[in-house]
């Protein structure tokens, strides 16, 4: 069978199990809306946590990029994992006593205070809505070279079905949808990772592979690509090239980053018990890491394959994938000096390089590149639509739960009952949605290309999100004396200063956006972490000159502090 | 007078369970560090200059190492804490019981109803 027809079969056979789900679990309460009812078991939510938080730059973009940038790629691997020890040590277990349903609770009732609370709502919405349009141009991509479809009519029906489950299970239904998902996207990652790996080392093991020799038992395969990138005129694979001061930036940005995701935080309100919450971050972590290991494995064995069998090749006899993926302009070939042979050349080189390769294929073509069956092209297709629309889902929930929750409930509209709320909650999850796809599709029709690739949008989110709410969680719990006054300062600030300085370099001012331009050498992608500082110290410093914070307030930091319950009648 | 005496000594043992936490988490946090800013950014040149197959070891930990020893860290942490609660008698295992019992979370807005 083709590709074209094992694709529409796997697509449209997770799709079904994905609509099936939410129709099983649908949500009748708001408690099963937000938290699914606090029932979700720790093995449960790590792995839908993982499929939440694995999103389309996770599974189509990262290897690319890794496997474009060499070892600098570790920047996405660490940031993307290490914000989970942030996440199980510092904040879920004690965010989960804590209870209710969302980040701007806990702020608005930590913070007593309405501003607090707003500010925070501002911030999940904007974090969220940058993050959510990464993923419905990663549902584009997949579509228009798989289903030929185009990328609009592929966002559009990405956005019906995110719109079924997500409106009509909430967080019930997402919870086993993403389960389901995170088993789609696992197998269609390790399929063909563990097939190049054996072609090419003979490893079952991708990571194991990674770091052997080559079938031919000739030399290492990385000894093999560091000679192919240097012979082309690329840097050498595993070596870095950016400065150690931006790479620990970004790293740290993207890590506190994840720590602080209202959509990744919330799924830790989902499980029965704070201890749960620990466990159940491991898992996450766990799960997430079967992919994350295997990513700069995949990026190696894509990337020499890349360079072997284009470089120098004419471009009369190329392979069939170059040509699928030339008609989605993805792949660009130009015969500068017109002697029809592919010269695939990096920066060093003297010839002038004639192709380029948009990073957010490599993964896609992979399996084509390696010549494995058509079923593992159509498994990847299900794979990526399967982490883009399971991300999406999951903040859209968080864009819901803001306004229906924290911005109506607790804010404009306090007299609604259980039942209106529910209903203004999917009011609020189908509007988003349309927003996000608006967002999605009017930003090709006005000639703007999205900012960067997939997971430079999204990394993004991380900045804004790790300068706004992780200080202002992170000191709400382990300090009593953390004020209103201060948390709110520290917010505004850290959140105005990462965002005007990634706007003048993103959008601006995007020629200036040089090393030697930026401040103390941080790219715009670290500058979270700088945000972050600030926010922490000029709230340590405004809550040192104002009131300390009122008797319950720090009664109930010690009530978070300790996972069992009883004393909170006792104080009551 | 016998029940504040009870009172403050169960306010001690939430202090001492507190600072246990505090000195689990700065050891984990310091390990986490090394592993990652540390092995695999601030080092990682003076690493690679150890081979071990065909990984430099700096690149290792950047790519690989590292994420194998934040599983491990959340992991250990899981045991050390559920085994401080249980001897501080803070654990949570009997309320997971308990909430199941009772459908809905917050006990206390249904009394008042």
Same mark, same amino acid.
């Given at each position: 069978?083709?590709?074209? %027809?094992?694709?529409?079969?796997?697509?449209?056979?997770?799709?079904?199990?994905?609509?099936? %789900?939410?129709?099983?679990?649908?949500?009748?309460?708001?408690?099963?809306?937000?938290?699914?009812? @606090?029932?979700?078991?720790?093995?449960?939510?790590?792995?839908?946590?993982?499929?939440?938080?694995?999103?389309?730059?996770?599974?189509?973009?990262?290897?690319?990029?890794?496997?474009?940038?060499?070892?600098?790629?570790?920047?996405?691997?660490?940031?993307?994992?290490?914000?989970?020890?942030?996440?199980?040590?510092?904040?879920?277990?004690?965010?989960?006593?804590?209870?209710?349903?969302?980040?701007?609770?806990?702020?608005?009732?930590?913070?007593?205070?309405?501003?607090?609370?707003?500010?925070?709502?501002?911030?999940?919405?904007?974090?969220?809505?940058?993050?959510?349009?990464?993923?419905?141009?990663?549902?584009?991509?997949?579509?228009?070279?798989?289903?030929?479809?185009?990328?609009?009519?592929?966002?559009?029906?990405?956005?019906?079905?995110?719109?079924?489950?997500?409106?009509?299970?909430?967080?019930?239904?997402?919870?086993?949808?993403?389960?389901?998902?995170?088993?789609?996207?696992?197998?269609?990652?390790?399929?063909?990772?563990?097939?190049?790996?054996?072609?090419?080392?003979?490893?079952?093991?991708?990571?194991?592979?990674?770091?052997?020799?080559?079938?031919?038992?000739?030399?290492?395969?990385?000894?093999?690509?560091?000679?192919?990138?240097?012979?082309?005129?690329?840097?050498?694979?595993?070596?870095?090239?950016?400065?150690?001061?931006?790479?620990?930036?970004?790293?740290?940005?993207?890590?506190?980053?994840?720590?602080?995701?209202?959509?990744?935080?919330?799924?830790?309100?989902?499980?029965?018990?704070?201890?749960?919450?620990?466990?159940?971050?491991?898992?996450?972590?766990?799960?997430?890491?079967?992919?994350?290991?295997?990513?700069?494995?995949?990026?190696?064995?894509?990337?020499?394959?890349?360079?072997?069998?284009?470089?120098?090749?004419?471009?009369?006899?190329?392979?069939?994938?170059?040509?699928?993926?030339?008609?989605?302009?993805?792949?660009?070939?130009?015969?500068?000096?017109?002697?029809?042979?592919?010269?695939?050349?990096?920066?060093?080189?003297?010839?002038?390089?004639?192709?380029?390769?948009?990073?957010?294929?490599?993964?896609?073509?992979?399996?084509?590149?390696?010549?494995?069956?058509?079923?593992?092209?159509?498994?990847?297709?299900?794979?990526?639509?399967?982490?883009?629309?399971?991300?999406?889902?999951?903040?859209?929930?968080?864009?819901?739960?803001?306004?229906?929750?924290?911005?109506?409930?607790?804010?404009?509209?306090?007299?609604?009952?259980?039942?209106?709320?529910?209903?203004?909650?999917?009011?609020?999850?189908?509007?988003?949605?349309?927003?996000?796809?608006?967002?999605?599709? @009017?930003?090709?029709?006005?000639?703007?290309?999205?900012?960067?690739?997939?997971?430079?949008?999204?990394?993004?989110?991380?900045?804004?999100?790790?300068?706004?709410?992780?200080?202002?969680?992170?000191?709400? %719990?382990?300090?009593?004396?953390?004020?209103? @006054?201060?948390?709110?300062?520290?917010?505004?600030?850290?959140?105005?200063?990462?965002?005007?300085?990634?706007?003048?370099?993103?959008?601006?001012?995007?020629?200036?956006?040089?090393?030697?331009?930026?401040?103390?050498?941080?790219?715009?992608?670290? %500058?979270?972490?700088?945000?972050?500082?600030?926010?922490?110290?000029?709230?340590?410093?405004?809550?040192?000159?104002?009131?300390?914070?009122?008797? @319950?307030?720090?009664?109930?930091?010690?009530?978070?502090?300790?996972?069992?319950?009883?004393?909170?009648?006792?104080?009551? | 007078?016998?029940?504040?005496?009870?009172?403050?000594?169960?306010?001690?043992?939430?202090?001492?369970?507190?600072?246990?936490?505090?000195?689990?988490?700065?050891?984990?946090?310091?390990?986490?560090?090394?592993?990652?800013?540390?092995?695999?950014?601030?080092?990682?040149?003076?690493?690679?200059?150890?081979?071990?197959?065909?990984?430099?070891?700096?690149?290792?930990?950047?790519?690989?190492?590292?994420?194998?020893?934040?599983?491990?860290?959340?992991?250990?942490?899981?045991?050390?804490?559920?085994?401080?609660?249980?001897?501080?008698?803070?654990?949570?295992?009997?309320?997971?019981?308990?909430?199941?019992?009772?459908?809905?979370?917050?006990?206390?807005?249904?009394?008042?109803?």
């Amino acid at each position: 069978m083709s590709i074209q %027809i094992w694709t529409f079969i796997l697509v449209g056979l997770s799709f079904a199990i994905y609509i099936g %789900i939410a129709i099983w679990s649908k949500a009748t309460t708001t408690s099963d809306f937000y938290v699914a009812g @606090e029932s979700i078991p720790p093995i449960v939510n790590g792995m839908a946590t993982a499929a939440d938080w694995m999103s389309a730059a996770s599974f189509i973009s990262m290897a690319g990029l890794i496997s474009f940038m060499g070892r600098d790629g570790s920047v996405y691997l660490m940031g993307w994992t290490g914000g989970y020890v942030l996440l199980a040590l510092l904040l879920a277990p004690y965010l989960r006593k804590f209870g209710k349903y969302t980040v701007p609770d806990f702020v608005g009732d930590r913070y007593y205070s309405q501003t607090a609370r707003f500010v925070a709502v501002i911030c999940a919405i904007f974090v969220s809505f940058t993050y959510v349009a990464g993923q419905m141009r990663g549902v584009g991509i997949v579509f228009s070279r798989f289903l030929n479809v185009g990328i609009n009519n592929g966002v559009l029906i990405g956005m019906g079905i995110v719109f079924f489950y997500a409106v009509l299970g909430g967080m019930k239904g997402i919870t086993y949808t993403q389960v389901a998902q995170y088993c789609v996207l696992i197998f269609a990652y390790l399929v063909p990772a563990i097939f190049i790996s054996l072609l090419m080392t003979g490893n079952l093991i991708p990571q194991l592979g990674f770091g052997g020799k080559l079938a031919d038992g000739s030399m290492y395969l990385l000894e093999r690509l560091d000679g192919l990138s240097r012979e082309l005129g690329f840097n050498t694979y595993t070596s870095g090239q950016k400065s150690t001061v931006d790479i620990f930036f970004i790293t740290a940005a993207l890590m506190i980053g994840t720590s602080g995701l209202p959509h990744v935080i919330v799924r830790f309100y989902t499980v029965p018990k704070a201890s749960d919450a620990r466990s159940s971050a491991g898992w996450a972590l766990l799960f997430i890491a079967i992919l994350y290991t295997t990513a700069p494995a995949v990026a190696a064995f894509a990337r020499t394959n890349l360079l072997t069998m284009t470089a120098n090749r004419s471009y009369q006899d190329v392979p069939q994938w170059f040509k699928n993926w030339e008609k989605t302009g993805l792949i660009k070939f130009e015969d500068k000096n017109g002697d029809g042979v592919i010269q695939y050349r990096g920066p060093r080189a003297e010839v002038e390089n004639e192709l380029t390769i948009d990073r957010d294929i490599m993964v896609l073509a992979n399996p084509e590149i390696a010549k494995l069956p058509n079923w593992v092209v159509g498994l990847v297709a299900a794979g990526g639509l399967a982490a883009a629309l399971s991300t999406a889902a999951g903040l859209l929930l968080v864009i819901s739960a803001s306004i229906a929750h924290d911005l109506l409930k607790n804010g404009l509209m306090p007299d609604i009952d259980d039942h209106q709320e529910l209903m203004y909650a999917r009011l609020a999850a189908g509007v988003a949605i349309c927003i996000a796809g608006y967002f999605s599709l @009017e930003i090709p029709l006005l000639g703007i290309k999205p900012p960067g690739f997939v997971a430079q949008v999204v990394a993004f989110a991380f900045g804004l999100a790790a300068a706004s709410f992780f200080p202002a969680i992170i000191m709400g %719990i382990f300090s009593k004396r953390m004020n209103k @006054e201060g948390a709110i300062t520290g917010m505004v600030i850290g959140l105005a200063f990462t965002a005007s300085y990634i706007i003048y370099f993103k959008f601006i001012n995007p020629l200036a956006n040089q090393p030697q331009h930026w401040w103390f050498g941080i790219s715009p992608e670290g %500058i979270g972490t700088l945000g972050m500082c600030l926010n922490l110290v000029s709230s340590l410093i405004v809550s040192s000159l104002t009131p300390q914070p009122p008797e @319950e307030v720090q009664e109930l930091v010690e009530y978070i502090r300790i996972p069992s319950e009883p004393d909170r009648a006792e104080a009551s | 007078m016998g029940q504040s005496l009870q009172k403050e000594k169960s306010v001690n043992n939430k202090e001492r369970y507190w600072q246990k936490n505090l000195q689990y988490l700065a050891v984990l946090l310091a390990i986490w560090f090394v592993a990652s800013f540390g092995c695999s950014i601030l080092f990682v040149n003076q690493l690679d200059q150890i081979k071990i197959g065909g990984f430099h070891l700096g690149f290792w930990f950047a790519q690989q190492g590292s994420i194998y020893v934040f599983v491990l860290l959340i992991f250990i942490y899981v045991l050390l804490m559920n085994r401080l609660d249980k001897k501080h008698g803070l654990d949570d295992q009997s309320e997971g019981l308990k909430r199941k019992a009772e459908p809905k979370s917050n006990p206390e807005v249904e009394s008042v109803e």
